[in-house]
Nanobody
Framework: QLQLVESGGSLVQPGGSLRLSCAAS????????VGWFRQAPGKEREGVSS????????NYAGSVKGRFAISRDRAKNTVYLQMDSLKPEDTAVYYC????????????????????WGQGTQVTVSS
């Protein structure tokens, strides 16, 4: 059974950077598409970024394109989300999620397509 654990959330000033980690156990992430999602208070969960199995394709929400970067470290069985130029509107609980698939095309950002979830990590952007 795949298990995901997020870490790296923190309080950061606007314009700052954070790197979130999603560490997997129970299975190799090579066979999974992995996505990062976020949920702010009173809002629906939204897709932020995703990477296909083996990392051949990535996808970004328009609101983070050019500021966030997703990557995989196969040796560490971990997916990262590098977040730069953070804004107050990036404040949310960030979750990583995975779906087992051999599809290597553009990975989806719809939360309902993922079936393994971590517990989330809080990111707060504030001065």
């Amino acid at each position: 059974q795949l298990q995901l654990v997020e870490s790296g959330g923190s309080l950061v000033q606007p314009g700052g950077s954070l790197r979130l980690s999603c560490a997997a156990s129970g299975s190799t992430l090579d066979y999974y598409t992995v996505g990062w999602f976020r949920q702010a208070p009173g809002k629906e969960r939204e897709g932020v970024s995703s990477v296909s199995s083996y990392g051949s394709s990535t996808n970004y929400a328009g609101s983070v394109k050019g500021r966030f970067a997703i990557s995989r470290d196969r040796a560490k069985n971990t997916v990262y989300l590098q977040m730069d130029s953070l804004k107050p509107e990036d404040t949310a609980v960030y979750y990583c999620a995975a779906r087992r698939t051999t599809y290597s095309g553009v990975p989806p950002l719809r939360p309902e397509t993922y079936n393994y979830w971590g517990q989330g990590t809080q990111v707060t952007v504030s001065s």
